[in-house]
């Protein structure tokens, strides 16, 4: 055909070997080990392509040739009996956004680097019918931009730093079929700040009072002394914060003090006790303070004047206003293996023990609706297991947690109810979504968590 009423035709395969067919003309041109033959030849107009090799199937693909144009089609050779292998990118979930660390001793204190948190990509279950060995490409299908690990693993990840909606697609193939399959993730960065104890440098004989971003960022360092400082409690408007130092060294004379956010202007209120919380209208504070040898839970004015006691009998250990203020949150000691929790009025009225059962509730917080949120455990240093109940003890179950998480100890909730932050067994803080859905290992130790939303 002459030259100027022809066009061009590429033909792509998958295997060498296979015979091209075209309109059902066996055309005696053979796939070369180049995977690629091209006839400059071909009638305009609209034709049927496919392959034929002895113990293959092959797609067939329909091309428009036009004069001096150029079309090009892929086929795809199959041995017969070959299935199609599948494609598992893993369940849509959620991933936080944030830092974590890593530490280094110099021989006089750690060093602590900040990383990227990285968010995995898990494509492991996909799997081949015939037992044929995979290949693996991953690809950002939409959303803010993200570079992969390794886009060639069956499981790999990427490390995002903006929050939106990435959705990312696999490919899987046997070397003849592919099949692919996406997975969406939702990337967030928690806004707010964190205030929790800590003896992070290991140079220190005692605690300190550190602060950081709720993301992990900006990790500081409050006090600075050769004695305890810890039980920190962010003031209502994140600008103060309450906590307990022992400036005597021994271990036993607590005092209450006040600092700014930053650390500085501190100010001893010269009042014995333990910090416990700071009021939500910003203007008292909560403590515990030994009567008769056992800790019982007082309030002062902000500034550490006019004390009064509300409860009496059992030891008591943690406690939190309510939401409204209105009412203090408590657990305490009963027996040596029964802590158990309970709730009393502001004004030390209308006392309810919530617990029964000679268990042990070391740890209890608020959920951001004013639920309770406590742990159970068989005894002391036994394994806790965090669950929920209403205010009146009833309607309890057991929180949803990350898979391994096996004992929470400290924790606090957002005040949107989106994220938990808590001590794990492994005496480091992490954060997890409230449904247990994602979780991020600071990769620091610290305990007597309080969360403030920010600025």
Same mark, same amino acid.
Not at 38 to 67: N, R, W, Y
Not at 182 to 190: F, G, L, Q
Not at 290 to 297: N, R
């Given at each position: 055909?002459?030259?100027?009423?022809?066009?061009?035709?590429?033909?792509?395969?998958?295997?060498?070997?296979?015979?091209?067919?075209?309109?059902?003309?066996?055309?005696?041109?053979?796939?070369?080990?180049?995977?690629?033959?091209?006839?400059?030849?071909?009638?305009?107009?609209?034709?049927? /392509?496919?392959?034929?090799?002895?113990?293959?199937?092959?797609?067939?693909?329909?091309?428009?040739? %036009?004069?001096?144009?150029?079309? !090009?089609?892929?086929?795809?050779?199959?041995?017969?009996?070959?299935?199609?292998?599948?494609?598992?990118?893993?369940?849509?979930?959620?991933?936080?956004?944030?830092?974590?660390?890593?530490?280094?001793?110099?021989?006089?204190?750690?060093?602590?680097?900040?990383?990227?948190?990285?968010?995995?990509?898990?494509?492991?279950?996909?799997?081949?019918?015939?037992?044929?060995?995979?290949?693996?490409?991953?690809?950002?299908?939409?959303?803010?931009?993200?570079? /992969?690990?390794?886009?060639?693993?069956?499981?790999? $990840?990427?490390?995002?730093?903006?929050?939106?909606? $990435?959705?990312?697609?696999?490919?899987?193939?046997?070397?003849?079929?592919?099949?692919?399959? @996406?997975?969406?993730?939702?990337?967030?960065?928690?806004?707010?700040?964190?205030?929790? *104890?800590?003896?992070?440098?290991?140079?220190?004989?005692?605690?300190? @009072?550190?602060?950081?971003?709720? &993301?992990?960022?900006?990790?500081?360092?409050?006090?600075?002394?050769? +004695?305890?400082?810890? =039980?920190?409690?962010?003031?209502?408007?994140?600008?103060?914060?309450?906590?307990?130092?022992?400036?005597?060294?021994?271990?036993?004379?607590?005092?209450?003090?006040?600092?700014?956010?930053?650390?500085?202007?501190?100010?001893?209120?010269?009042?014995?006790?333990?910090?416990? &919380? =700071?009021?939500?209208?910003?203007?008292?504070?909560?403590?515990?303070?030994?009567?008769?040898?056992?800790? %019982?839970? $007082?309030?002062?004015?902000?500034?550490?004047?006019?004390?009064?006691?509300?409860?009496?009998?059992?030891?008591?250990?943690?406690?939190?206003?309510?939401? &409204?203020?209105?009412?203090?949150?408590?657990?305490?000691?009963?027996?040596?293996?029964?802590? !158990?929790?309970?709730? /009393?009025?502001?004004?030390?009225?209308? +006392? %309810?023990?919530?617990?029964?059962?000679?268990?042990?509730?070391?740890?209890?917080? =608020?959920?951001?609706?004013?639920?309770?949120?406590? *742990?159970?455990?068989?005894?002391?240093?036994?394994?806790?297991?965090?669950? @929920?109940?209403?205010?009146?003890?009833?309607?309890? +179950?057991?929180?949803?947690?990350?898979?391994?998480?096996?004992?929470?100890?400290?924790?606090v909730m957002t005040d949107d109810g989106q994220f938990v932050?808590? %001590?794990?067994?492994?005496?480091?803080?992490?954060?997890?979504?409230?449904?247990?859905?994602?979780?991020?290992?600071?990769?620091?130790?610290?305990?007597?968590?309080?969360?403030?939303?920010?600025?």
């Amino acid at each position: 055909m002459s030259p100027s009423t022809a066009g061009t035709l590429v033909v792509r395969a998958n295997v060498s070997g296979g015979q091209v067919v075209i309109d059902n003309e066996e055309t005696n041109v053979v796939i070369p080990a180049g995977l690629t033959y091209t006839f400059t030849d071909i009638s305009p107009g609209q034709h049927s /392509i496919s392959l034929v090799k002895s113990g293959f199937t092959s797609t067939t693909e329909t091309a428009t040739v %036009q004069t001096n144009g150029s079309v !090009e089609v892929t086929l795809i050779m199959n041995p017969i009996g070959n299935a199609a292998p599948v494609a598992v990118a893993g369940a849509d979930k959620n991933c936080i956004i944030g830092a974590y660390y890593t530490a280094y001793f110099n021989g006089v204190y750690n060093e602590y680097t900040a990383h990227d948190r990285e968010c995995i990509l898990n494509g492991s279950a996909s799997n081949d019918p015939n037992g044929d060995t995979l290949t693996y490409l991953w690809e950002l299908v939409s959303g803010p931009a993200a570079e /992969i690990s390794n886009v060639g693993l069956s499981s790999t $990840y990427f490390t995002p730093s903006t929050e939106g909606t $990435y959705k990312f697609r696999i490919t899987v193939s046997d070397g003849y079929l592919e099949s692919e399959d @996406v997975t969406t993730i939702e990337m967030i960065r928690i806004a707010g700040k964190i205030t929790f *104890t800590a003896n992070l440098e290991q140079n220190h004989t005692g605690s300190e @009072v550190y602060t950081m971003n709720a &993301d992990g960022t900006d990790l500081r360092r409050l006090t600075d002394n050769s +004695y305890r400082d810890g =039980w920190p409690h962010w003031s209502p408007d994140g600008n103060q914060i309450l906590f307990t130092t022992n400036p005597s060294g021994d271990g036993e004379t607590f005092i209450i003090a006040k600092m700014d956010e930053d650390g500085t202007n501190v100010i001893s209120l010269s009042v014995e006790g333990i910090s416990r &919380d =700071w009021s939500p209208d910003g203007e008292y504070l909560l403590y515990a303070q030994k009567h008769g040898g056992l800790y %019982q839970l $007082y309030e002062m004015d902000k500034n550490g004047s006019n004390p009064r006691k509300i409860t009496t009998g059992y030891k008591k250990y943690f406690a939190y206003y309510s939401k &409204d203020g209105s009412e203090i949150l408590f657990n305490m000691e009963v027996s040596y293996d029964g802590n !158990e929790i309970g709730l /009393i009025d502001r004004d030390g009225s209308n +006392y %309810q023990q919530l617990t029964n059962n000679n268990q042990t509730h070391s740890f209890i917080n =608020w959920t951001y609706d004013g639920r309770i949120l406590y *742990t159970t455990a068989s005894c002391v240093g036994c394994d806790g297991t965090l669950y @929920v109940m209403n205010t009146n003890g009833t309607g309890s +179950y057991a929180w949803p947690v990350p898979e391994g998480v096996t004992d929470i100890n400290t924790f606090v909730m957002t005040d949107d109810g989106q994220f938990v932050f808590y %001590q794990n067994a492994d005496g480091k803080i992490h954060v997890m979504y409230s449904d247990g859905s994602d979780d991020l290992n600071f990769g620091i130790s610290g305990s007597n968590i309080d969360y403030h939303p920010g600025p």
